[in-house]
């Protein structure tokens, strides 16, 4: 039986402990095993968070094995290696997948029957070999997608032109990484088009404000890790959101990465797409109006994972 307050976080790095801490802020959870390949560091990170619930709510939080998360509602997939100086994209990726094929056999091995959440990167490709390898619906394997790219448009638009955040509605779509698009054809600020906006806001070049965003966006994570080594506070709370909208069985729409089955003629791959995310994991995937420079820019993005699952694909029959 799925206890829907039972969270497993696989892999305890940056990442994965940041995930955590933003999971324990949130109080909505009552139990969360953290499982790494060191035991002391998953140990180490459980004593730690636990000394801090006396300020939020109550939760175990614990260090386990593969053998606690037959029962949880989410398992979150955050392992992975980190690309070393001289090593190839692709190289990153065979690596990656060697690790993922090894936590879904585990998982595969008990009675799990919540949702996947991956989160370890290249997030569409290995959305995509999660979901063949485990044989789980479709609807229960979920990467986290552009909703971390998508927070980063809001708020590098609501700084630009002066308001808030919360107020931006845009999305970025297609490959987590950098053939992500932007889709300005539909973005607006409470209710306003934003090239109206843009206007009244005293930017009267918005082709050229949008450029620049959608460059900053693209490119932000490669600035964090030049100044600080890793991202890790911005995809804990886009985890933590998509965490909320399972939990609570809130449908919200969320640009998570699924994997495909006709929308925009696209099968075949994982891509990051605004869903619909409850309890079952990935309820609906959304269409979006999109215009012909969009659509073409989306089926780039697609051509280039396509590329890359071929190369895997390849790689496994040599």
Same mark, same amino acid.
């Given at each position: 039986?799925?206890?829907?307050?039972?969270?497993?976080?696989?892999?305890?790095? =940056?990442?994965?402990?940041?995930?955590?801490?933003?999971?324990?802020?949130?109080?909505?959870?009552?139990?969360?095993?953290?499982?790494?390949?060191?035991?002391?560091?998953?140990?180490?990170?459980?004593?730690?968070?636990? =000394?801090?619930?006396?300020? /939020?709510?109550?939760?175990?939080?614990?260090?386990?094995?593969?053998?606690?998360?037959?029962?949880?509602?989410?398992?979150?997939?955050?392992?992975?290696?980190?690309?070393?100086?001289?090593?190839?994209? !692709?190289?990153?990726?065979? &690596?990656?997948?060697?690790?993922? &094929?090894?936590?879904?056999?585990?998982?595969?091995?008990?009675?799990?029957?919540?949702?996947?959440?991956?989160?370890?990167?290249?997030?569409?490709? !290995?959305?995509?070999?999660?979901?063949?390898?485990?044989?789980?619906?479709?609807?229960?394997?979920?990467?986290?997608?552009?909703? !971390?790219? /998508?927070?980063?448009? &809001?708020?590098?638009?609501?700084?630009?032109?002066?308001?808030?955040?919360?107020?931006?509605?845009?999305?970025?779509?297609?490959?987590?990484?950098?053939?992500?698009?932007?889709?300005?054809?539909?973005?607006?600020?409470?209710?306003?088009?934003?090239?109206?906006?843009?206007?009244?806001?005293?930017f009267v070049d918005s082709d050229r404000l949008k450029k620049e965003i959608y460059e900053d966006v693209r490119d932000s994570a490669y600035a964090i890790i030049e100044r600080k080594g890793a991202t890790y506070y911005g995809i804990a709370m886009a985890v933590a959101r998509i965490a909320e909208c399972i939990v609570r069985d809130e449908q919200a729409v969320l640009p998570?990465?699924?994997?495909?089955?006709?929308?925009?003629?696209? /099968?075949?791959?994982?891509?990051?797409?605004?869903?619909?995310?409850?309890?079952?994991?990935?309820?609906?995937?959304?269409?979006?109006?999109?215009?012909?420079?969009?659509?073409?820019?989306?089926?780039?993005?697609?051509?280039?994972?396509?590329?890359?699952?071929?190369?895997?694909?390849?790689?496994?029959?040599?």
């Amino acid at each position: 039986m799925i206890n829907m307050r039972k969270v497993a976080v696989i892999g305890c790095g =940056h990442v994965g402990a940041s995930i955590a801490f933003s999971l324990m802020q949130r109080a909505i959870f009552s139990e969360m095993v953290l499982i790494d390949m060191s035991r002391d560091k998953a140990e180490g990170e459980a004593m730690d968070l636990s =000394h801090g619930l006396p300020y /939020t709510a109550a939760m175990d939080i614990h260090a386990g094995g593969y053998e606690d998360v037959a029962d949880c509602a989410l398992i979150i997939i955050t392992a992975g290696a980190n690309q070393k100086p001289g090593e190839t994209r !692709l190289q990153l990726i065979g &690596k990656n997948v060697a690790i993922l &094929k090894d936590i879904i056999a585990r998982i595969r091995e008990t009675a799990f029957e919540g949702i996947l959440l991956i989160v370890s990167n290249p997030v569409d490709i !290995l959305t995509y070999e999660a979901q063949r390898l485990s044989g789980y619906p479709v609807s229960r394997v979920i990467g986290s997608g552009t909703v !971390l790219d /998508t927070a980063r448009l &809001k708020q590098l638009l609501g700084k630009r032109l002066g308001v808030d955040s919360r107020s931006v509605h845009a999305v970025i779509i297609g490959e987590h990484g950098d053939s992500e698009l932007a889709v300005w054809s539909g973005a607006n600020v409470s209710g306003i088009e934003l090239a109206h906006f843009c206007v009244q806001r005293g930017f009267v070049d918005s082709d050229r404000l949008k450029k620049e965003i959608y460059e900053d966006v693209r490119d932000s994570a490669y600035a964090i890790i030049e100044r600080k080594g890793a991202t890790y506070y911005g995809i804990a709370m886009a985890v933590a959101r998509i965490a909320e909208c399972i939990v609570r069985d809130e449908q919200a729409v969320l640009p998570v990465s699924t994997v495909l089955g006709g929308e925009y003629g696209l /099968t075949g791959l994982a891509l990051s797409i605004p869903s619909v995310v409850g309890k079952d994991g990935v309820q609906a995937v959304l269409e979006l109006p999109l215009d012909a420079s969009e659509r073409e820019a989306l089926a780039a993005s697609a051509g280039q994972l396509r590329e890359v699952i071929a190369s895997l694909d390849a790689s496994e029959t040599r």
